[in-house]
């Protein structure tokens, strides 16, 4: 059975860091394309950034291109999110999400959901 568990999220001023884990079991990471969205209130979900850890591909949406970087530990079978220089734009729920392609990983319907980690960021 697959299964992600996230953690790490909190309140964080401006300007400050946050790591987000999503811990996976069920499946190696070299299986599926492993990744984050997230949703603010009032908003629709939306892609962050995913990782392949077959070939080694990585997807950062424009808004957090220099800031955040995601990576994985194979052994631990768990993906990471490094949030740097966060803003007040960056408040919401974080969403992990596996897929076995990167066009099932944009589809809503297909892949498998974490039950989201908010992150509050204060100005």
């Known amino acids: 059975e697959v299964q992600l568990v996230e953690s790490g999220g909190g309140l964080v001023q401006a300007g400050g860091s946050l790591r987000l884990s999503c811990a996976t079991s069920?499946?190696?990471?070299?299986?599926?394309?492993v990744g984050w969205f997230r949703q603010a209130p009032g908003k629709e979900r939306e892609g962050v950034s995913y990782?392949?850890?077959?070939?080694?591909?990585?997807y950062y949406k424009d808004f957090v291109k220099g800031r955040f970087t995601i990576s994985s530990d194979n052994g631990k079978k768990t993906v990471y999110l490094q949030m740097n220089s966060v803003n007040p734009e960056d408040t919401a729920i974080y969403y992990c999400k596996a897929a076995t392609s990167r066009a099932r990983w944009w589809a809503p319907t297909y892949g498998y959901w974490g039950q989201g980690t908010q992150v509050t960021v204060s100005s």
């Open positions: 069920g499946f190696t990471l070299d299986e599926y394309i």
């Open positions: 990782i392949s850890s077959s070939d080694g591909r990585i």
